[in-house]
């Protein structure tokens, strides 16, 4: 590489990593803020008692220091950008990170000023958080990228279940981040007076700030487990150079567990309040670097070399420029949309019944929209996860990923955004049970399930079915805060439905998944022991669909309706039963498709109706 170029590069990751400690700096502050209930010191925006000097008290100060901050890392983040667009070589390999950086700016400073507009929501100020880490991720990613074109050389790590794992941690990171940021400003320090019980009980109700501290603390038995599983996998096979940064991981999660207990017997003093989150911010970034050095295929891409250099230069592959209508199909395409539309389907009549006839529409919108978010983000995880193996079969070889119409890291980018966006809604305008539903249903089939059962086991689709019906307890939980034995009968109801469902298809695509070897249970039982299966499940499908109406949540249209397309899913189970044929199992998967949409759309209009009424006055009438 030319002195000239390695000058420039040099620089930027200089500037890179000035921009983090100043980034770190307004985190400290930020922290310092919330911890001392200062947010609110300056209620106006930019302004500050509508002066652009502070009033001389220290909430006033703190919170003006914060935004002053904020300012710096604001004009540092634009002058970095600029020079990275004004240097060919720059641009050539960092354009894209850089305008992400400025992107997320734009929409951190948005937040900020939502947070004095709205007097501090919880949700706003805990996305606020979470963008702020996200901004100093681009950067991070950009200074160990120019570091790596000065000559910076890392291992490149075999394949091995850690890092699976590795990722799986970031992600839960980043999500207890977010939930870390709810107990501070929901004032929920201190809803639980013991720890680690809660008022001496595990898992007490999930009410009000009780419920916001115990899904915390949840979260942070999630995030030890994976980080713990990440530790001793790296002990066994992983890279050798990350592995002191795992074993960093594994002692700041203890350091972290510790200042929460302490946080709880010494009641949130804001010293130990800001080293709490100080210690979960480390743990977030050590976590990514992990990530960054188990998949540098996310991030390493083709090098151009200039004549006489000895170092390499990232640069973009070259690919044609696809038009925007066709980069947003292909977006469409990786939320798998029919089975998005399936799962808000399902949903949908859960929240009307619970509503009793009196539906909060713009709940009712959230919640879906929620649903759909999470169901989305879980297919893309599913799609990225599995691209290698969707490149073996015929049937998903033409998926965005294994197509090249997305790139990994722009589907794991997606992914993300979407599950952040399911969370941000449901936590914001449904409840606290809601989002754990939803949130549990994502990492069990966009984690659980892709990356452990559908490779292992010829019950994957029977396990993982609980994720896809998991709609219903969703919008229940969203507007009664609780799961009620409708919503159950409903999960059941897609529960039994699945395997059928999949089965069906996996016959008739037996070669594929032969070729993938994934372990479907006609290719490891054989067809005969699959049908008989199939006719199984639709026996115990027909009559559980039918429970609704003795519980008072649906009435006679639903009645026939799920009586009627009942009987045309034992018929068609029974003729792939009988012939065991191909053609017919293909049949039945279509049908099964129309049966899930016209059962669930005819309760949601029994219960627009008022079915059970309708049911109670035709029965009162005989």
């Avoid at 389907?345 to 509503?355: F, K, R, V, Y």
């Avoid at 996860?385 to 049937?395: G, P, V």
């Avoid at 372990?519 to 115990?540: K, Q, S």
């Amino acid at each position: 590489m030319m002195t000239t170029d390695k000058a420039v590069f040099s620089r930027i990751r200089v500037g890179a990593f000035c921009l983090l400690a100043l980034i770190a700096v307004q985190v400290v502050v930020g922290a310092t803020v919330r911890a001392t209930g200062s947010g609110m010191g300056c209620p106006d925006w930019p302004l500050c008692h509508g002066q652009w000097l502070p009033a001389w008290n220290f909430e006033s100060v703190l919170e003006y220091a914060h935004r002053l901050v904020g300012a710096v890392v604001s004009v540092s983040l634009i002058l970095l950008t600029a020079a990275v667009f004004l240097s060919t070589r720059l641009r050539s390999a960092f354009a894209g990170l850089a305008g992400l950086g400025l992107l997320l700016l734009i929409i951190l400073v948005s937040f900020g000023a939502m947070t004095v507009a709205y007097d501090m929501p919880p949700a706003v100020v805990a996305t606020h958080l979470e963008l702020a880490a996200l901004v100093a991720l681009v950067w991070l990613t950009l200074a160990l990228r120019a570091g790596e074109v000065l000559g910076v050389r890392r291992q490149i790590p075999p394949p091995g279940l850690y890092r699976w794992a590795a990722i799986l941690a970031f992600l839960a990171c980043f999500f207890q981040l977010f939930l870390g940021a709810m107990v501070s400003v929901s004032h929920a320090g201190l809803a639980c007076p013991d720890f680690p019980t809660c008022f001496g009980m595990w898992i007490p109700p999930l009410v009000g700030n009780v419920g916001v501290q115990v899904v915390h603390r949840l979260g942070a038995l999630v995030v030890a487990v994976c980080v713990f599983a990440l530790v001793a996998l790296f002990e066994i096979q992983g890279a050798e150079w990350a592995r002191g940064w795992v074993r960093l991981a594994g002692l700041l999660l203890v350091a972290q567990i510790g200042l929460g207990a302490a946080n709880v017997f010494y009641e949130v003093p804001p010293l130990l309040s800001v080293l709490h989150l100080l210690t979960g911010v480390s743990l977030f970034f050590t976590l990514y670097i992990v990530v960054y050095a188990c998949w540098p295929s996310l991030w390493l891409v083709k090098t151009t070399l200039e004549e006489g250099e000895s170092a390499s230069l990232p640069l973009p592959l070259e690919k044609p420029r696809r038009p925007l209508k066709e980069r947003l199909a292909a977006y469409y395409q990786l939320t798998k949309p029919t089975i998005v539309m399936l799962v808000v389907l399902t949903g949908l009549p859960a929240i009307m019944i619970a509503s009793n006839g009196r539906v909060d529409v713009r709940l009712a919108l959230a919640a879906l929209f929620g649903t759909a978010c999470a169901a989305a983000s879980a297919a893309v995880f599913n799609q990225f996860f599995e691209r290698e193996r969707d490149k073996q079969m015929s049937r998903t070889a033409t998926r965005p990923i294994p197509a090249g119409l997305v790139t990994p890291r722009e589907a794991l980018v997606f992914a993300i955004l979407l599950g952040a966006c399911a969370a941000f809604t449901l936590m914001t305008y449904t409840n606290w049970l809601a989002t754990a539903l939803a949130f549990g249903s994502l990492l069990f089939y966009g984690f659980f399930y892709t990356l452990v059962l559908k490779g292992s086991s010829p019950q994957n689709i029977v396990i993982g079915g609980a994720a896809g019906a998991s709609a219903p307890l969703i919008g229940w939980a969203a507007v009664t805060g609780e799961v009620g034995w409708p919503a159950w009968v409903m999960f059941a109801i897609v529960f039994f439905w699945t395997p059928p469902h999949f089965w069906a298809l996996a016959i008739y695509r037996l070669d594929d998944y032969v070729a993938a070897r994934v372990p479907m249970f006609p290719v490891v039982y054989g067809i005969p022991a699959t049908v008989r299966w199939i006719a199984i499940y639709a026996l115990m499908l027909v009559p559980l669909t039918l429970f609704l109406v003795p519980l008072g949540a649906a009435g006679p249209i639903y009645f026939f309706s799920a009586l009627f397309l009942g009987l045309g899913f034992l018929v068609m189970a029974w003729r792939v039963l009988l012939t065991e044929d191909r053609r017919d199992a293909i049949k039945l998967f279509a049908y099964s498709i129309v049966y899930t949409l016209a059962l669930f759309t005819m309760l949601t209009l029994d219960a627009a109706l008022g079915g059970p009424r309708i049911g109670a006055l035709v029965a009162w009438g005989f």
